[in-house]
């Protein structure tokens, strides 16, 4: 999986002088996992989360310059293909006309287009480009977030919120490149781009599981289904 020395770097304490946690399931015993000229990985052993010591993070101006420079167009045909392995398994398995919500919508909110072309009502936020923080008030049927959760600070605390806003029977359907087998973290090009700040297995996706009480579902190696009970 990733590239794990001989050896065990000391990890460094934050500013508060406590010792690291996880950003998701909050475990300790954190190790150092991997590093390169720009940034230290640590994992945790008890959800297998891979994430970016908190001193290497960008700052909110230098993230969204970065985001900027994505070049996405709603009529790119690859583009709504690549979507489109989360969107139909999520509309193969709710009711018609139901009501979503796209976290991390970005610049060019194409997921709620595809959606409400299948005749859904889709909400959407995104911190720098619809940040209306009303749509959490609001109850969902399903609730997607298309190549988002690597980019969470505060996966749990994000997470959290986005199943409380999810209906009995609702789904979460989520996009992230997860750490298989045949990953080689230090060439990865997810590990290389500086805004993917935490990186899911399999097993971290069966912890959430497990913490949500709930069953999952892998497609692939990056479509991850939860239904809440």
Request: net charge negative; hydrophobic share 40%.
């Amino acid at each position: 999986m990733g590239s794990n020395d001989d050896h065990h770097y000391n990890i460094p304490a934050v500013s508060s002088g406590e010792q690291i946690t996880c950003p998701l399931c909050s475990g300790v015993g954190i190790s150092h996992y991997h590093e390169n000229q720009q940034r230290v990985f640590l994992k945790c052993p008890v959800c297998s989360l891979v994430f970016v010591h908190p001193d290497h993070f960008l700052s909110p101006d230098e993230e969204f310059k970065r985001y900027e420079l994505h070049n996405n167009h709603p009529d790119d045909p690859d583009y709504r293909a690549f979507l489109a392995k989360l969107v139909t398994p999520i509309s193969q398995l709710v009711r018609p006309q139901s009501i979503g919500l796209d976290f991390g919508s970005g610049p060019t909110p194409l997921v709620q287009s595809m959606f409400q072309e299948l005749g859904h009502q889709v909400s959407i936020f995104d911190i720098f480009y619809a940040p209306d923080q009303s749509v959490f008030d609001r109850q969902y049927d399903f609730i997607t977030a298309s190549e988002v959760l690597e980019h969470l600070h505060h996966p749990m605390v994000d997470l959290n919120k986005l199943w409380s806003c999810l209906r009995p029977g609702g789904y979460l359907g989520i996009m992230t490149a997860l750490i298989i087998g045949e990953v080689t973290f230090a060439s990865w090009y997810y590990a290389l781009d500086p805004t993917h700040v935490v990186f899911y297995a399999p097993e971290t996706m069966e912890w959430l599981a497990n913490y949500w009480g709930v069953s999952h579902h892998i497609i692939g190696n990056s479509i991850i289904l939860f239904q809440k009970s």
